[in-house]
């Protein structure tokens, strides 16, 4: 049976170690008392998890990945898949990747792109990077989806983090937003309006929100600025409002995207 190592056994490690069991071997390792999983044999260290693995699936944060890379250099055997699933930026995949394959190691750069609560199976992946197809490979016979995407490793982490910024930066203006409208006593009206709002988006008025910017830059500027000088007089915060403001200070001189239309 194929042996996987599992660095990192929490709520992501934990989901797909558990995804896993019963369609390879499955060994785990993570440096903080994590709850165990059944099916996964748990070590004392990084190595020791590594040590014979086929495949090592690593889940540590950013700041961990090349340590944990580090784990398995000089003791996995060559050609064994190295699966870093760390949220980074592309620059540092591509760094892990050169480690990786100066060490003998096909390296893929996994990219979860939804909550893993739903379990491993409702999660798809992008993955690139050489080791793409060794890793879709391994998952699909547990039913884990993935998308290969062409190009290095990095190139999945860049698509991520794109979301990211969209995702959680909508978020965030929708935060700071209701809370303005709380102060303001006008929250049971703005939150079917911001409700209406996003999902009567298409793309004819997302082209019109970004085109329209172009020409409309500085009356812009102004309504933000207003709108945080009323959120903060409310004692409130008003982060990316002036974020907003100052970005829009950059369209004079940069213009807008015209991926949109």
Known sequence: MTRVAVLGLGEAGRTFAAGLVGHVAVRGWDPAPTASVDGVARVDTAEGAVRGADAVLAFAPAARAASALASAVGVVSPGTLYADFATADPALKRALAGT????????????????????????????????????????????????????????????????SMLVKGLTGVMIESLRAAEREGLVDWFAPHLLATLTDLDEQTLAGFVGGTAVHAVRRIDEMEAAATMAETAGGRADITRAVAELLRSVAGEGVPEALG
């Open 100 to 163: 990786a394959t100066a060490a003998g190691m096909r390296f893929a750069d996994a990219a979860i792109m939804a909550p893993v609560r739903r379990g491993a199976a409702n999660t798809p992946i992008l993955v690139s990077g050489d080791g793409a197809t060794a890793l879709a490979e391994l998952l699909a016979p547990a039913g884990i989806p993935s998308e290969i995407v062409p190009g290095e490793a990095g190139t999945a982490a860049a698509r991520k983090l794109l979301r």
